[in-house]
């Protein structure tokens, strides 16, 4: 008797088509961090939306339609790295919707932004770093006995001497502060330059002076009642902590250029949210600082970036015309 043939086991991970897709996608989703998303579909609306205007196509669009979109943006004043994005945006467009080609990387787009690059390189500015001296001065102007002033002493204290990024420093829940006699370990569990979430401590040192930031964080927790979720939250007009309620990171950038501006100085409209993280890492320059020291606290990633602040330190120090004259 033939015996009976055996059925073939069933692959229980195996996946329907219609099935591998939708996963191809959840993890095409996942590869780029929440805000970075929503960058890139705000940077295609508004290239669909003018190339609408135009009567144009925009998928697929031509190499011309494109150069001639990044050289519309530049004479209206946008930023270089504004425009890289939404060049990242549209090809990204185009590769989704499995189009033959990618405009974005033609030749005549290369050529388009490197002449943007030469032109406009020396409108790009620089946020204007708060050296310490400035921290200083900016804290002493504060009133402590106000609990929005405390907390945004907090703010600047740590944004500072942790060197963070603004959108770093707001999500940092209580759980990820840890204090000893020393100072303080923070977990920055996700950042721009660490998409995959591997996350990296920063440790920072009790000074005992005002400007530390150690105390200034525990001084604000306190106050605040906050016993864990977010370190910075809002707080209403009657000075009641709105527990909960995590601040952005645009708040970062009006705390900074307000308390510089109340502290009265001069530089503050040149101020912005990344005035803390610049400024720790010019510091650093001036200090004495090597470039992997600097990183190891800022967690950049790239040297070209950290090489231009001790370029400005470098400026400073050591100038042949410092004694000049005395």
């Known amino acids: 008797m033939t015996p009976a043939p055996i059925p073939k086991k069933e692959n229980n991970h195996s996946l329907k088509p219609l099935d591998q897709v939708a996963s191809a996608r959840r993890y095409v989703a996942a590869a780029s961090a929440p805000a970075t998303r929503k960058a890139y579909s705000s940077d295609w609306r508004q290239f669909a939306i003018w190339c609408s205007g135009r009567g144009v ?13 990044v050289a519309d943006q530049a004479d209206a004043g946008k930023k270089v790295s504004t425009m890289e994005r939404a060049l990242v945006a549209i090809s990204k467009a185009h590769q989704l919707a499995n189009a033959k080609d990618d405009p974005a990387k033609h030749l005549v787009v290369k050529e388009t932004m490197k002449g943007i690059r030469r032109h406009h390189f020396a409108t790009q500015k620089k946020a204007q770093p708060l050296l310490f001296e400035s921290l200083k001065t900016v804290v002493a102007a504060m009133d402590c006995e106000k609990i929005r002033d405390v907390r945004d002493r907090a703010i600047l204290c740590l944004g500072f001497m942790t060197g963070l990024r603004r959108s770093e420093l707001v999500a940092l829940d209580v759980e990820d502060l840890k204090c000893d006699r020393r100072g303080m370990t923070v977990r920055v569990r996700r950042s721009k330059g660490d998409q995959v979430g591997e996350g990296r401590e920063v440790v920072v040192f009790r000074t005992g002076g005002p400007t530390c930031p150690v105390a200034a964080v525990e001084e604000w927790l306190a106050a605040a009642g906050i016993a864990a979720g977010p370190v910075f939250v809002g ?5 009641r902590p ?17 308390r510089a501006r109340a502290a009265g100085l001069e530089e503050f409209e040149r101020m912005s949210g990344h005035s803390l993280r610049a ?21 950049h990633r790239s040297e070209k970036i950290l090489s231009g602040y001790i370029r400005d330190a470098d400026l400073w120090r050591n100038n042949v015309t410092e004694k000049l004259g005395r």
């Open 57 to 69: 196509e925009a998928l697929p669009a031509t190499p011309a339609v494109v150069a001639t979109y």
């Open 235 to 239: 707080v209403d007009r009657l000075g």
């Open 242 to 258: 709105r527990h909960q309620k995590r601040l952005t990171d645009q708040v970062v950038r009006t705390v900074v250029k307000e």
């Open 279 to 299: 400024g720790l890492a010019t510091q650093a320059a001036l200090n004495g600082a090597n470039l992997r020291d600097i990183a190891k606290q800022t967690g």
